[in-house]
Nanobody, 124 residues
């Protein structure tokens, strides 16, 4: 069983930056594709970005492309989400997710492991 622990959320002004981190337990982190999703209360969880096992392939939701960057350090069992030029509409709870394959996927239903979530609030 893989456990994921996120950190780095908080309150930031529009135009600012935050970096989220997600650290996984276990020894086979490089075999897992990882993703970030976000959710606003009362709405469905939505895809933000994903990265494959070796970090060579990334995919982004259109509204964050060019502003957010996903990366990973397999030696540290950690995936990062660098969020720049933040907008109030980026306000949500952000979840780290992992799937038991190194191939990326944009569908939350295809992820096997989830973190507890971290709140990101962007003020205008």
């Amino acid at each position: 069983q893989v456990q994921l622990v996120e950190s780095g959320g908080g309150l930031v002004q529009a135009g600012g930056s935050l970096r989220l981190s997600c650290t996984a337990s276990g020894r086979t982190f490089s075999s897992y594709a990882m993703g970030w999703f976000r959710q606003i209360a009362g709405k469905e969880r939505e895809f933000v970005t994903t990265i494959n096992g070796n970090g060579g392939i990334t995919r982004y939701e259109v509204s964050v492309k060019g502003r957010f960057i996903i990366s990973r350090n397999n030696d540290l069992n950690t995936v990062y989400l660098q969020m720049n030029s933040l907008k109030p509409e980026d306000t949500a709870e952000y979840f780290c997710a992992g799937r038991s394959t190194s191939i990326t996927n944009t569908n939350a239903e295809n992820y096997d492991y989830w973190g507890q979530g971290t709140q990101v609030t962007v003020s205008s």
